[in-house]
């Protein structure tokens, strides 16, 4: 059965780095999500992306995020400058019709921590 | 945001049928009821859906009020492997709300 794959699974930065976020959704999906959970918190929505553009957005998507769709497989979250409370669980998700009318499937997630 | 209410927690004997209860007061008629499940350390796995019309599949039923202010998911026979985080979600827009769902214990 497809699935959403993320790499890596767990990433350690310090305060103020970069760090990349990858995902490969299942291959026939069109749109393309990301949520984050922070520890003992619900999931929170992130961003939709769709046809190469972002379709919505959280107030949580500052500038400091960004996503890419760089190939035909991979998607990717960017955080510029981490911050401590960026530290989360970040789930990639991906469905073939529009999310809301359509199953979403989500990766294993990746988890930041930030020092 | 989340737009949808259901208790904090519930335990069921295994083996049992599980009712677990939604309430979505505000939905709007295009809205479709998503359920999913989120087992811990891993990510929200999709359960099932539907519109207006009660579904069925491998996993589990859905049952949906007349006037689709609630919804019911029904586990027929609970196992150890259900218990999990179930979260009732309503779809607006391209983007899901998650609310802080019902902690469900299957009792061996």
């Known amino acids: 059965e497809p699935e959403v794959t993320q790499t890596p699974s767990h990433q350690v930065t310090q305060m103020g780095q970069e760090v990349i976020l990858r995902c490969v959704p299942i291959?026939?999906?069109?749109?393309f999500y990301w949520y984050r959970q922070i520890l003992g918190q619900k999931v929170e929505f992130l961003v939709s992306?769709?046809?190469?553009?972002?379709?919505?957005k959280s107030e949580i998507f500052d500038d400091q995020f960004s996503v890419e769709r760089p190939d035909g497989s991979n998607f990717t979250l960017k955080i510029r400058s981490t911050k401590l409370e960026d530290s989360a669980m970040y789930f990639c998700?991906?469905?073939?019709?529009?999310?809301?009318?359509?199953?979403?499937?989500f990766g294993p997630g990746t988890r930041l921590t930030v020092l | 945001d989340a737009k949808t209410t259901q208790p904090n927690s519930m335990e069921s004997n295994e083996e049992e049928p599980v009712h677990l209860p939604c309430n979505h007061s505000?939905?709007?008629?295009?809205?479709?009821i998503h359920w999913y499940r989120q087992l811990p350390s891993q990510g929200p796995e999709y359960v099932i859906h539907?519109?207006?019309s009660n579904v069925n599949n491998r996993m589990a039923s859905l049952a949906i009020a007349e006037d689709r202010k609630s919804s019911t998911l029904i586990l027929h026979r609970a196992t150890l492997r259900d218990a999990a985080v179930y979260y009732c979600?309503?779809?607006?827009?391209?983007?899901?709300?998650f609310g802080t769902g019902t902690s469900l214990t299957v009792i061996p």
């Open positions: 998700a991906s469905s073939a019709y529009r999310g809301d009318t359509d199953t979403q499937y």
């Open positions: 291959s026939n999906h069109l749109y």
């Open positions: 992306f769709y046809n190469n553009e972002i379709s919505e």
């Open positions: 505000t939905i709007s008629g295009t809205d479709y």
């Open positions: 539907g519109l207006t």
């Open positions: 979600i309503l779809g607006t827009g391209n983007q899901f709300y």
